[in-house]
């Protein structure tokens, strides 16, 4: 029988406010289940806002030295302590002296601080590709303004030709192809003649005409086709995507090309189209999409009310429904990410936990993990199978194995992540790096990291709101 320490201590966070007593008995509980002998409990009372004031918590650590317990048990891990690479400081440090962290909630496999290393080097990977994505950017503009074309097929009315610049290195540029380019002239000519977008895709569908894979026009195609200034000579380079290519980002580019119209039958088509298409409002771009939720657990989705808000579904329909500000809720969930990465980081510590951890954690072969990985999803879907054709007392004994099928899952899981990184060392000016990185795209790309960092955001009557991060559990 293994000897536990229990550590509970007060938390002010309230999506865990869960009473020192509560955690206690969650914890006896979980003792009991796991056939650990409690030999003391530690409680830190006060709320408290360093490590210093945290009696209990220094008192467990000495005591683990000591080799008083095998394991420590905690509710939920971000009680362990509160920066969150000093829990993974601490898990190390005790395991140094054979001393295992376990937790209530947590998920855990057999390797709890493999679990936080993890959570780390999620993170770091996060950063990295963040960093790429910053680089590929500030690369691609230059290229871009010159009318350098970047790769993917060529729009219709184009085609690709390879040219050479000063240096002699190779470009691809588009060019028009005269065959498209009179096709498309037809379509404008049309458009400006009075014909609707359908009446135009009929009009050359009964010429006998196809589109670039051989099937008829469609009225879509030539609705984006009229609208897009890219057969006038002149596109936007870094305006976003197809569906946000509305909100002008500030950092587009203005590309000149060739043209396959002319400016005048550009002018008189837009004149045609503001007449034809209602103009829509500049859409709000709604950044927190998907990661807000309404106290009552609902979803809220961005609307517009006389502001841009987010809200729940059923906010005219009952009391108790929440619909807050687009704007400040983002900026309160911007402003908390901010300070979150602001924190002050020990790199060097962190660092060197990181390393000294990636070395003791060596994942494995991946091949060999994607096979066990196979495995236990069979075995777990088997199980899950047999559980409808078997007599509800023997359920249990079922249900308990597919428990722990699931944890050695997830530890696989976690394992092949790692084995995909490849990374066995960090110096502290990458670690370094990678973190402003970060805090830059912040900045840059709200809405990218926001949906990396956030796991959740609730919002409550009155205005209160809880921002769940991805580091919450370190
Ligand atoms: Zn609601």
């Given amino acids: 029988m293994k000897r536990a320490a229990a550590y509970a201590r007060y938390s002010t966070d309230k999506q865990y406010d869960t009473s020192i007593e509560k955690q206690l008995e969650d914890i006896r509980e979980y003792c009991k289940k796991k056939d650990y002998e409690i030999v003391k409990e530690y409680v830190d009372k006060a709320e408290s806002t360093s490590k210093e004031d945290r009696p209990a918590f220094r008192q467990m650590l000495q005591d683990g030295r000591q080799n008083l317990f095998d394991v420590v048990v905690v509710h939920k891990l971000n009680r362990f302590a509160r920066d969150r690479y000093l829990s993974v400081v601490t898990a190390h440090e005790l395991k140094k002296y054979n001393v295992e962290v376990d937790s209530v909630l947590e998920p855990i496999g057999s390797d709890p601080v493999g679990q936080l290393l993890w959570g780390i080097l999620d993170a770091v990977n996060e950063f990295e590709r963040l960093n790429l994505i910053q680089e590929v950017k500030l690369k691609s503009r230059p290229l871009a303004a010159k009318g350098y074309w970047l790769g993917g097929k060529p729009p219709y009315g184009f085609q690709i030709v390879k040219v050479r610049d000063e240096s002699n290195k190779e470009h691809s540029k588009l060019e028009v192809n005269k065959e498209e380019a009179e096709v498309i002239k037809k379509m404008f000519e049309l458009f ?24 008829p026009w469609k009225f879509s195609a030539i609705s984006e086709i009229i609208k897009n200034s890219r057969y006038a000579g002149q596109h936007f380079w870094g305006r976003g995507t197809k569906t946000n290519h509305r909100i002008f980002k500030q950092d587009a580019v203005v590309v000149n090309g060739p043209a396959v119209i002319d400016k005048e039958t550009w002018q008189k088509a837009q004149e045609r189209l503001q007449k034809y298409v209602r103009r829509r409002p500049l859409r709000y771009p709604y950044m927190l999409r998907g990661l807000v939720f309404c106290q009552c657990g609902a979803p809220m989705y961005g609307a517009f009310s006389t502001i841009p808000v987010y809200r729940c579904k059923l906010h005219s329909k009952s009391p108790g429904h929440v619909s807050i500000s687009a704007k400040r809720l983002e900026t309160f969930v911007k402003t908390k ?33 994607l096979k066990q990985q196979q495995e236990y999803m069979q075995m777990i879907e088997n199980l899950t199978e047999a559980l409808a054709k078997i007599p509800a007392s023997a359920q249990q004994v079922v249900i308990n194995k597919i428990e722990e099928y699931s944890k050695m899952l997830e530890t696989i899981n976690e394992k092949i992540k790692h084995a995909q990184t490849k990374r066995t ?25 926001a949906h990396k960092l956030t796991k959740k955001v609730t919002v409550y009557k009155g205005g209160y709101i809880e921002v769940e991060t991805q580091f919450d559990g370190l």
């Fill in 337 to 369: 990410l901010q300070r979150m990465l602001n924190e002050n980081i020990d790199f060097e510590l962190l660092t060197r936990s990181l390393n000294e951890m990636l070395k003791e954690n060596d994942p494995g072969d991946l091949e060999e993990l």
């Fill in 425 to 449: 060392e960090f110096t502290v000016e990458e670690i370094r790096e990678l973190y402003e990185a970060l805090k830059n795209s912040l900045e840059s790309d709200f809405e990218l990291v």
């Fill in 192 to 215: 400006i003649q009075g014909y609707s977008f359908s009446k135009i895709a009929d009009t050359l569908n009964q010429m006998g005409l196809r589109n670039r894979v051989g099937n």
